[in-house]
């Protein structure tokens, strides 16, 4: 009899299953000894339920609740695998999925980062730049009555538009100022549409950022408070014979992930023209 049984120990040592996980399995009903010496407290289990062991460990491995594993082990068959195999894929290319736009996002976040540290000892200047097209979400379009003192407000509408569309909250957002509005200065209406800039494949594109020429400022401040940094651009753009053709893209390059002192967030605005 003895060479047919384990004890607790022995047992873990040939599934890999700790002592401790053992006494839970066995708490829950999941995978119990079959037999506890009444005299000294020894638990005894055997060995067809290494194979039992084995199948726990491969469905824990990937990702399977230990309810579901419960009853699988006593409904196991080529067809019931195959179905809870299935189901559980589904779910790990859900987590796929998801892992790779919490990469992007922060592929996003450093590259804006960086480029703020770079250019922070100097964002008097104004920059015209060639650009590629970028691939924006955009979210729902803004009321025309939105102010920028409310956009708080959209924001949350925003956000709960990124969660229908199983998008993760990190991306920064930013913000668009029409064309129409740029020519009349009407800077405190937040335009169409609020946005994130995107970055890999991972994340659903309705928009994109024109490619084409950028008229490129920056300055610290709070939010809401980019008159003045439109003004010194607008004026750069008449100056130097340019004619404003498109939208205003609004980024923070500092938010408040990035610095304590709201005072010193870094806005930069790229004004399409040509």
């Not at 770079?118 to 691939?135: C, F, G, K, L, Q």
């Not at 025309?144 to 956000?159: K, Q």
């Not at 169409?192 to 950022?209: A, Q, T």
């Amino acid at each position: 009899m003895e060479k047919y049984r384990m004890k607790i120990s022995e047992f873990a040592h040939v599934t890999g299953i700790t002592r401790r996980t053992l006494l839970f399995y066995d708490s829950i009903g999941l995978l119990s000894p079959t037999e506890i010496d009444r005299n000294n407290g020894y638990r005894y289990y055997t060995y067809p339920q290494i194979d039992i062991a084995n199948v726990i460990t491969v469905l824990r491995e990937i990702g399977m609740p230990l309810k579901q594993i419960k009853e699988y082990l006593s409904n196991r068959s080529p067809e019931n695998l195959i179905d809870m195999l299935q189901a559980q894929k589904a779910v790990v290319q859900e987590k796929i999925q998801t892992l790779e736009q919490i990469n992007d996002m922060l592929d996003t976040r450093i590259s804006l980062t960086k480029k703020g540290m770079s250019v922070r000892n100097d964002i008097d200047s104004i920059e015209v730049r060639e650009y590629d097209a970028v691939p924006l979400l955009l979210g729902p379009k803004l009321p025309e009555t939105s102010h920028v003192l409310d956009g708080w407000y959209y924001l949350v509408e925003f956000y709960d538009f990124c969660n229908d569309n199983q998008i993760i909250r990190g991306l920064p957002a930013g913000s668009i100022i029409s064309h129409s509005d740029l020519l009349k200065r009407n800077f405190s209406h937040p335009s169409r549409y609020y946005y994130c800039p995107l970055s890999g494949g991972s994340y659903p594109s309705n928009s994109e950022k024109p490619k084409g020429l950028y008229v490129i400022g920056r300055e610290y401040g709070e939010y809401s408070q980019s008159a003045a940094l439109y003004d010194r651009v607008l004026n750069y753009i008449k100056e130097a014979g340019l004619k404003v053709c498109g939208d205003a893209y609004e980024e923070y390059l500092f938010d408040e992930t990035s610095t304590i002192d709201s005072t010193k967030y870094l806005l930069q605005i790229e004004i399409h023209v040509q």
